[in-house]
T-cell receptor
């Protein structure tokens, strides 16, 4: 089955701890994205990558880091510098069609202990 | 002003009703438009793209008015399974394919 997988489904972070969220896709999409969703707010873009070994900051990149060493994988690290990390994190990848269309993974819920 | 604005609802409608959602966007250079559906505590899923000529997919009809910067979604013969949050999404254009999401409109279809 083609699709986007995210793990874990739930993640607990202690104060001062870095945590890494996994995102893998087998859709052969070049572009991948990380969003954060908070209650009552629209999805907000954290980072995106249009091609392997390249990525760009989105609207709320502070306190986050990413890597894109493989086309299939785009992990997100939530660092201790992110002071309000509790949220629903969604990874997406995009077709190159017209219009380009984004498809989402099932998400990871991050909770701070 | 938000880049994409939607009425948050909730819209409570009986089964079989017709319901319409509206959305406005602020960037006139926006190039593509979508409706996504999001179930509670799940990821958004693409419902349909929206084209200037209007497009229909079964009970769902989407319309785009570029002059008014307005997007709509009409759901006919509502089913219980249509209960979800509907997200209006706009692609800002350019090479980055950045999407701007509305906060969503909650639909609750009642038996």
């Amino acid at each position: 089955d083609g699709g986007i997988t995210q793990s874990p489904k739930y993640l607990f972070r202690k104060e001062g701890q870095n945590v890494t969220l996994s995102c893998e896709q087998n859709l052969n999409h070049d572009a991948m994205y990380w969003y954060r969703q908070d209650p009552g707010q629209g999805l907000r873009l954290i980072y995106y990558s249009q091609i392997v070994n390249d990525f760009q900051k989105g609207d709320i990149a502070e306190g986050y880091s990413v890597s894109r060493e493989k086309k299939e994988s785009f992990p997100l690290t939530v660092t201790s510098a992110q002071k309000n990390p509790t949220a629903f994190y969604l990874c997406a990848s995009s077709t190159a069609g017209d219009p380009p269309t984004q498809y989402f993974g099932p998400g990871t819920r991050l909770l701070v202990l | 002003r938000k880049e994409v604005e939607q009425d948050p609802g909730p819209f409570n409608v009986p089964e079989g009703a017709t319901v319409a959602f509206n959305c406005t966007y602020s960037n006139s250079a926006s190039q593509s438009f979508f409706w996504y559906r999001q179930d509670c505590r799940k990821e958004p899923k693409l419902l349909m793209s929206v084209y200037s000529s209007g497009n229909e997919d079964g009970r769902f009809t989407a319309q785009l008015n570029r002059a008014s910067q307005y997007i709509s979604l009409l759901i006919r013969d509502s089913k219980l399974s249509d209960s979800a949050t509907y997200l209006c999404v706009v692609n800002k254009g350019g090479a980055t394919n950045k999407l701007i999401f509305g906060t969503g409109t909650l639909l609750a279809v009642q038996p």
